[in-house]
């Protein structure tokens, strides 16, 4: 974790820090702007029974937005969803992997992309909740298509303002602004959380000995986050000896380093939507046809077998963890890639022979580092789900939004580092100037 002392206040990026306060108010405001003709005491009840299918995680992610239907109500997930796509098709198609080694310019065709790619997603997915919410009892109070076209518009309008103000605390704010707008949407949660379980405990609804114990292990799992995201595997390098004007440099040694955690939070993300996706379409299905006959008994106890909580579940959600954390870190690692560049510039690793060699070994270690990091993330989601379901915790606090909240605030918290080491650096170079003109 980054440290800081006394003398670090001096170059801390005040400015930055104040811009991204005021953007994260503008984003918890938008929050709470309800989209009219909407029975909210309808869509309350709905929520209550759809806590642990994909409508609640999607409502964790936008930070409460959804359960109150405002118009931040789809949040970043289609920013996200569309970076992710754009990923997957500059490693794949030529025409994007040409783009990615086109410097700036490539960079920003590629954003251009990713936005219109999100417009096209929020609109699918503002149509999908518009309908969605038109087939339940006595929830829209207007069931004209006028609803319908206003509905999706407001969703559509505030996922594209998210993605510009994600894109404005990214360059003028701190940390990177998707993250941190979905981060907070989770922090937000936090002191209802914390209410909630203090009033059943006040009421002896909970008992207070299994609440501490609770406590302590949430904090155990913290401790455990930050070891793992902190960590690194350090392959060594060294650098060719070189001669030059008729003096020889000496051989350099420096590190790879690697992330234990290579694929970051983005597999549990996505277990967690392949598997309550299909839960969820089927609770709702049976919703709407309540005849009793084999079929619906069928899924009846399909969802009942791999429901959360259940060992179907489990298996089933960490098979997934492991299948996604390749796939995403094939996706942004690229050891053909590493194992050039470290050719063209002079370096290799001792041992092993530049070229195939090379790669092969960096695969290697990738693969490992990579499995023990799916192991990782699947213990962490499971852990808190466990608990909730074993104990019956009556508050959620996921293992997948604990680790977003602690990879995001480790991210923060090492580029206010960087901004306060660089203006220290800054202030150095102005005084060796100084100097100069001085003498000079």
Known sequence: MPKFSKTTIRGFPWNRLWFLFCALFIYRLGAHIPIPSI????????????????????????GGALSRLTIFSLGIMPYISSSIIMQLLSSIMPKFENLKKEGELGKYKIAQYTRFSTLILAILQGSGISLILKFQKNLVLDTSFYFHFTTVLTLVSGTIFLMWLSEQI???????????????????????????????VKIDLVNVLLTILISLLLLIITYFVIFIECGQRKILINYIRKEANNKIYSNKRSYLPLKLNIAGVIPAIFASYIILFPITIIGWFLSFYNKNNFFTIFLKNLISLVA????????????????????????????????????????????????????????????????????????????????????????????????????????????????????KYKSLFRKINFKKNIFY
């Open 170 to 200: 990214t360059e003028y704010g701190l940390g990177n602004g998707t993250s941190i707008i979905i981060c907070s949407g989770i922090i937000s949660s936090f002191p209802n959380i914390l209410i909630n379980l203090l009033k059943l």
């Open 39 to 62: 029975n909210y005491s309808q869509l309350t009840k709905l929520f209550e029974k759809n806590q642990n299918n994909i409508l609640g995680m999607f409502n964790m992610f936008s």
């Open 308 to 423: 959360p909580g259940k060992l179907i579940h489990s298996i089933l959600y960490t098979i997934a963890i492991i299948f996604f954390s390749f796939f995403y870190a094939t996706l942004i690692f690229n050891s053909k890639e590493t194992a050039d560049n470290l050719k063209k510039s002079g370096a290799f690793i001792p041992g092993i022979r530049p070229g195939y060699q090379t790669i092969r070994y960096i695969n290697n270690i990738i693969m490992r580092l990579t499995l023990a990091g799916s192991i990782y993330i699947a213990f962490i989601c499971l852990i808190p789900e466990f608990f909730i379901y074993k104990f019956n915790v009556p508050f959620y606090c996921g293992g997948t939004s604990l680790l977003i909240v602690i990879i995001v605030t480790i991210d923060f918290l090492t580029q206010i580092q960087n901004h306060i080491l660089s203006q």
